[in-house]
């Protein structure tokens, strides 16, 4: 960390937040709430920097570690952001908010027929719909594993 906090912005902001996840990965941190400060500030920064791609690790992060400490509402939210910080960048980016916030861990309050009856919240479903010409076109990219989507 003491080599990023070296660097100048942007790069500060996007080595800080890809140091934070390998060390929440590795280890729970201590003080969750002091880090989730911390990620939420760099987020913010990298959304004001143009890093879409980092601004929603960010907004990721904050959401797993809201989970953690029980507080739904708030990993629910950070989710959302995430999703929706993905809208300004590549259909790779796209694809892969889609898959986080469809794996957001948060309790549900109603039913989502397309999830096969697990709840979704009613007043967000719109919110991870993607607007536009692009909606109903198969992005061309191919995520890990060889898949072709």
């Not at 989730?36 to 960010?58: P, T, W």
């Not at 953690?68 to 694809?95: C, H, P, Y």
């Not at 909606?135 to 191919?142: D, F, I």
Request: proline share 10%; glycine share 8%; net charge negative.
């Amino acid at each position: 960390m003491d080599y990023a906090s070296r660097l100048n912005d942007p790069q500060r902001t996007q080595r800080m937040l890809e140091l934070i996840q390998v060390s929440i990965a590795a280890r729970r941190p201590a003080n969750p709430g002091r880090v989730a400060k911390e990620i939420e500030a760099l987020a913010e920064r990298a959304l004001n920097f143009g890093c879409s791609d980092h601004a929603r690790l960010g907004f990721h992060l904050l959401s797993l570690l809201s989970w953690e400490e029980g507080d739904w509402s708030d990993a629910e939210r950070s989710t959302i952001l995430a999703e929706q910080v993905s809208r300004t960048g590549s259909d790779r980016e796209k694809m892969m908010a889609m898959a986080e916030a469809a794996r957001c861990p948060a309790p549900r309050t109603e039913p989502d027929p397309v999830c096969q009856g697990l709840p979704f919240p009613g007043p967000q479903k719109d919110d991870l719909r993607l607007p536009g010409p692009g909606c109903g076109v198969r992005p061309q990219v191919q995520p890990p594993g060889g898949i072709a989507l």
